[in-house]
């Protein structure tokens, strides 16, 4: 990671995990989806961080903790640009980039109210759309939820 | 054939339609009143649908099988809130194959998926009504003699109509031209003019069809609904637009016909049901043979 000023505006941390580039207005999406809110580690996070790429951005420093990838690619769909570093002794020893799976099964909501998954105890799943933006094409119903519609169960 | 459900149009190949195709003109030629002996087909109709439920009985009946089921979840135990899934679970135990309609769109997939018996979709809210679509194109071969080539003018409801939206999916596979005609507010959604577009087929659209209608091989009619029109005033100015009167037949090809899934409301003016070219009674006909292929197809039994 370089060390630059803005990527200090919130504080380093000396063990842990660096969450980076997430949509400022997406942050607590992805608080939710990760269950930070649930953690009792020290957490930290600023947002509306000037960004080339996003605009504003998000970024979250979780203390003591190591995410896998898994949990990046549950983000991946409301923040597809998101890098996820693992620091020891203030050092990136490792990054990973988020990648979108081609499925997405049980964290969308379809946005089709009729839609068997809307009304039925029944698992989500969506084929991954990818043009510029995301959209998911429900599994069940065939509709297409975008970006703008997606909800996280 | 490996059985598997028939949930969309889509689960169909080319060559698969064209199989079912012939074998409903095989059931149509040479009945086989006993090729279903000993099996059981449960129709579950979560809402009235009396046409279509009548039609696929009626093919069972025609190869000799046994159907039992429900129509309307009201008299059922599903009123008693249990879920598609218990439901299904239960049915496939006590059958052969299920056919299922109901109102939620993705029900027949999750049904297919739950079932342990093949599922056959016999209408999903707005979203497919396989059965239909494979009817309609045992309907335009039948008359056609081909599906290769043909021009298929659609008409109405382009926006929200599934059955026009699974017959084209289903037609793109024939080099077919497409005329849409439609008002404005009901347009044929991007979605499927992107899939005619990617393998390079033609579509036209239009306001109105009087004056391109001799080019037609297939006249395809569905209703313009009121409800649909945010503003009631649009409505009233094209309602008319989109009726079929006898007397636009008059410079139509020989081998055209008029298509419509029914039941029709005032869309096919009733003085065009003399004509040779009205051919939505004898379409109806065609969901039994349609349906038997179906059914044999799946149960391996063809
Ligand atoms: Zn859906």
Redesign the pocket.
Known sequence: MKKEGKQLSVSAIKNGTVIDHIPAKNLFKVISILGLDKFDNQITFGTNLDSKKLGKKAIIKVTEKSFIDDDLNRIALIAPEAKLNIIKDYEVVEKYSAKLPEEIIGIAK???PK????NENVT?RFLVLSDNNIALK??????ITDQEHMEIQ | MKYKSLVSINDYSKKEILRILDLAAEFEEHPQPQLLNGKVVATLFYEPSTRTRLSFESAVNRLGGRVFGFTDSSSSSVTKGETIKDTIKTVSNYCDLIVIRHPL??SALYASEEATVPVINAGDGANQHPTQTLLDLYSIKKTQGTLEDLNIFLVGDLKYGRTVHSLLMAMSHFNTTFNFISPKELNMPDEYKLHLDKLGLKYYEHLDFTEIISRADIVYMTRVQKERFSDPMEYEKVKNVYVLKNSMLENTKSNMKVLHPLPRVNEIHTDVDKNKKAYYFTQALNGVYARQAIIASILGLK
């Not at chain 1, 839609?115 to 809307?118: D, F, K, P, S």
């Not at chain 1, 429900?138 to 509709?143: D, G, M, R, T």
């Open positions: 379809c946005v089709n839609c068997i998954t809307n989500t429900c599994h069940y119903c065939e509709k | 769109e993705g």
